[in-house]
T-cell receptor, first 112, second 111 residues
Framework: AQSVTQLGSHVSVSEGALVLLRCNYS??????LFWYVQYPNQGLQLLLK??????LVKGINGFEAEFKKSETSFHLTKPSAHMSDAAEYFC??????????FGAGTRLTVKP | SQTIHQWPATLVQPVGSPLSLECTVE??????LYWYRQAAGRGLQLLFY??????ISSEVPQNLSASRPQDRQFILSSKKLLLSDSGFYLC??????????FGSGTRLTVV
């Protein structure tokens, strides 16, 4: 069965610093991987997704993620954090039944 | 501790039949409640969210409706299902600015 582990329930960075949110997955089939963002009092929004092809995926708001099969990872990065990036971030994998399985989430705090 | 219950886990319904999916939350008060759908091959899409009893916001026009008759109950409905309503439906809750906690999902197949 597919599963997702997000390392670090809370990450804090300074404005302008690198953002790195970690996600590791397990999957018995080639995975489809997703990152979602949830801003306060809003629903989830898709940031980016990996299906096939290029392993470095670029998403909205300057975020990108790299699929590394050898490490079973799909870490989310952004070179320079902005105050508006403060939110909850969820990694997800699509399972055998085309259903989504989510990680527990990581709260990103950006300090001025 | 807080828990979220969503049922049924799987459902096969004929085209034109009604739908009712239920989601309940325990251990918290006045949660924000959400219904998401994941259609085959796509990511998650927010359908409805509610910040209180009787308060429903719809994100996309569709064949579905939602209701919140009680503080911790969120129902997804349809009067007549379409083939395109097939998908995986997730209920979720959050409190204040907290993260979404998801139910186990319902796999709906419309035949």
């Amino acid at each position: 069965a597919q599963s997702v582990t997000q390392l670090g329930s809370h990450v804090s960075v300074s404005e302008g610093a690198l953002v790195l949110l970690r996600c590791n997955y397990s999957s018995s089939v080639p995975p489809y991987l997703f990152w979602y963002v949830q801003y306060p009092n809003q629903g989830l929004q898709l940031l980016l997704k990996y299906t096939t092809g290029a392993t470095l995926v670029k998403g909205i708001n300057g975020f990108e993620a790299e699929f590394k099969k050898s490490e079973t990872s799909f870490h989310l990065t952004k070179p320079s954090a902005h105050m508006s990036d403060a939110a909850e971030y969820f990694c997800a994998v699509r399972n055998n039944n085309n259903d989504m399985r989510f990680g527990a989430g990581t709260r990103l705090t950006v300090k001025p | 501790s807080q828990t979220i219950h969503q049922w049924p886990a799987t459902l096969v319904q004929p085209v034109g039949s009604p739908l009712s999916l239920e989601c309940t939350v325990e251990g918290t008060s006045n949660p924000n409640l959400y219904w998401y759908r994941q259609a085959a091959g796509r990511g998650l899409q927010l359908l409805f969210y509610s910040v209180g009893i009787g308060q429903i916001s719809s994100e996309v026009p569709q064949n579905l409706s939602a209701s919140r008759p009680q503080d911790r109950q969120f129902i997804l409905s349809s009067k007549k299902l379409l083939l395109s309503d097939s998908g995986f439906y997730l209920c979720a809750w959050s409190v204040d600015q907290g993260r979404n906690t998801f139910g186990s999902g319902t796999r709906l197949t419309v035949v």
